[in-house]
Each structure stands twice: as structure tokens, then as C-alpha cells.
């Protein structure tokens, strides 16, 4: 019941989207359902020889779209493909556009490039009633700095959630005042739910772990003090011995280290403050001149000041972080490289 509730939803998505386009642009584009119950099927634009695959994405963030991206190049369906979704922020239409992939708003934002018809119209914004309940939902106490390392600790001890507040705001180093406002966001948001009066559980943590991930490059990742090193022994590099300094590997070294798909380019350390020196006199680190910043052929070395204790960021293997870590470091990149190895170390390491 609830997955045909879900067609009906998306497909008033895409009727809406192409009725907008059809009155902004007097197009005459047709949707094309594959069959009678089907949400998704196809656009057929005027003077065009193959219709547009339609793909509909109700809720829309970073991660998904990314994946999305990196779904459609591994299919070879980058430039026939067309996302239609609720809205289209200005960022994500730059990250579509960029791959050359089409896409339709419900407000009317549109990019469809397939000669001879060319459409860029950007600008438009939904109603203000929905960007209010949208920030409420999105970018409450949950996700904001703060609260960022409470869920963390949400995902990797599910069952932190039935222990005392004062237990959870001394595990995610954060104020007791934050550990409640935490919970009742994501209460609010049904990512916790009160079986009875003393067991709570985690609900839908996939979504939960996207919503992190989709916020943590702006609310963790550009928060945290980062110096930029370089090296020109990378042998040297990889034979530190992190246990010994407070420190531990993320980024494209650590998805190497789990399953030799990613050939690591870059390198990132999450490490202590006091601990850096030793790092940067064993490994032999030199900082980044500003010419050698902008050259994609030297090897960066980034040392970051982690957000929780060392030991809290561990995965399964003691020398790296937790696979959603680095799902995060590699999606966070925007490197085309490492979405599309970001996708398959969260086929492998964590769906």
C-alpha cells in the first residue's frame, strides 16, 4: 500500500515538473509512462530522436545526487538520462550541469541540453511555506556542529540511545542541554522512535546516515583545522605507524587499505594537535606551496584535527577510521575518482 501511495507521489513529482516546463517554455514535451502503474518512464521533446529517461527523486541531497551521477556513468546514461525531483538548489544544478545531465524541477528550474533543444533556466525557488518546513527538517539541532557528533555516535552504538544523557554527552563530547534538543529532533523526525516507555530505537538508519553524510561537509568537514602537506616519498608516508601518535587514516588511503580498489592520490590524517610534529618530522612533510596547490600532480598530505576523540572515529580495523568516515572523505572530495569508488566501498563496506 505504502509503495503504491509512493507512485502516485512521484508521479504528481514528474506531471508538475513537465506541466512547469511545458508553460515556461511552450515546449510541448509528453510524458511517456512504460506502462499504466509505472511512476517513471520517459520525455519526448519536439525535433529530438530519443526520449529522455526519466528518473524521479522526491527528496534530493548530495550524497544521492552523487550517487545518482555516479550511477548514470557506470549505465553509460549520463547524457539521456533526466532527474526530476521536488527542487533543485543552485549547487546541484551546477553538479549536474557540469556532467552534462539533465534535470527538471517542480518550480520550474530546468537544464536540458540535447540539440536542437537547449534549455538553462535557473532562479527559481520554491514557495516560502515550504522552505520553512524544509529548514525545520533539515537543519535542526540534529545536524547542525554540534549535534553532528551525537548522531555520529548514534550510528556506530545504536544502543547509546537507551543510555542516560549524561553517558551520551560524555561519549560525543558535547553539553547535556545538546544531547536532548539532539533527541528530540530526531525524534521529531522519525530517525528515533519510543517503543515503550523505557526502549527507544533507531529507525531507518540508512536515511539517518545519508542526512550525516549529506550535512557533514559543510557542518563537520569545513569546521575542522586542516594543513595541507606534501611529500615526495609517499613510501615513507605509508609506513607510518599511526597507533603510536593519537592519530588514524582516513580518506583515499584508508578505502585502499580495506580493499585495493582506490589507488590513493591524496592522503588525510586525522591526528592530534600535539601529536602533528611527529607526523610531519617521520614522514618528512613539507607544507604546500601555493603553486603546488593548484597542480593535481603533487601529493597531498592533509592533517586534520579530528571532531571526537581519536578512538571514537575507529572502524573495524584499528588503524583507519569507520567506513562511513570515509564514505564521507571521498564523497566530500568531489572527485569524480572517488564518487565513483565512494559507490562501491558502500556496496561493499556498508549497505
Same mark, same amino acid.
Request: aromatic share 8%; hydrophobic share 40%.
Given at each position: ?245 593519537? &592519530? ?6 584508508? &578505502? ?71 564514505? &564521507? ?23
Amino acid at each position: 500500500m505504502a509503495k503504491i501511495s509512493e507512485q502516485i507521489m512521484d508521479h504528481g513529482i514528474i506531471q508538475a515538473a513537465i506541466e512547469k516546463l511545458n508553460l515556461q517554455t511552450s515546449l510541448g514535451a509528453e510524458y511517456k509512462t512504460f506502462k499504466k502503474e509505472c511512476t517513471e518512464g520517459e520525455l519526448a521533446l519536439p525535433n529530438v530522436t530519443s526520449n529522455l529517461i526519466i528518473k524521479c527523486k522526491k527528496h534530493l541531497n548530495t550524497t544521492t545526487l552523487q550517487k545518482y551521477i555516479a550511477e548514470l556513468k557506470i549505465k553509460n546514461q549520463i547524457t539521456n538520462a533526466l532527474l526530476i525531483t521536488e527542487y533543485i538548489n543552485p549547487n546541484q544544478a551546477t553538479l549536474l550541469k557540469e556532467q552534462n545531465t539533465s534535470f527538471i524541477d517542480r518550480v520550474g528550474n530546468t537544464y536540458i541540453n540535447c540539440p536542437p533543444i537547449y534549455i538553462d533556466i535557473q532562479g527559481n525557488k520554491p514557495e516560502k511555506a515550504h522552505n520553512e518546513i524544509a529548514l525545520v527538517k533539515q537543519l535542526g539541532k540534529a545536524f547542525q556542529p554540534k549535534g553532528m557528533k551525537v548522531v555520529f555516535m548514534f550510528l556506530v552504538q545504536p544502543e547509546l540511545v537507551n543510555k542516560p544523557m549524561r553517558t551520551i554527552a560524555k561519549v560525543a563530547e558535547v553539553a547535556l542541554g545538546t544531547v536532548k534538543q539532539v533527541i528530540d529532533d530526531l525524534i521529531y523526525q522519525e530517525f528515533i522512535v519510543q517503543k515503550d516507555q523505557h526502549t527507544k530505537t533507531i529507525n531507518n538508519s540508512k536515511a539517518l546516515l545519508e542526512k550525516w553524510l549529506d550535512a557533514y561537509p559543510v557542518t563537520v568537514e569545513a569546521k575542522l583545522k586542516q594543513e595541507i602537506f606534501t611529500t615526495d616519498n609517499t613510501e615513507l608516508l605509508q609506513k607510518l605507524e599511526l597507533n603510536n601518535v593519537n &592519530a588514524i587514516w582516513g580518506g583515499e588511503y584508508a &578505502a585502499q587499505q580495506y580493499d585495493d580498489y582506490l589507488n590513493a592520490k591524496n592522503y588525510l590524517i586525522y591526528v592530534s594537535p600535539e601529536h602533528k610534529k611527529v607526523i610531519l618530522k617521520t614522514a618528512r612533510l613539507r607544507k604546500v606551496k601555493a603553486e603546488d596547490n593548484i597542480n593535481d600532480a603533487v601529493t597531498k598530505v592533509i592533517l586534520v584535527e579530528p571532531f571526537l576523540a581519536i578512538e571514537k572515529l575507529i572502524g573495524s580495523k584499528t588503524h583507519l577510521v569507520h567506513p562511513y568516515l570515509i564514505y &564521507a572523505n571521498l564523497l566530500a572530495s568531489r572527485d569524480a575518482r572517488n564518487i565513483d569508488a565512494a559507490t562501491r566501498f558502500y556496496e561493499k563496506h556498508i549497505a
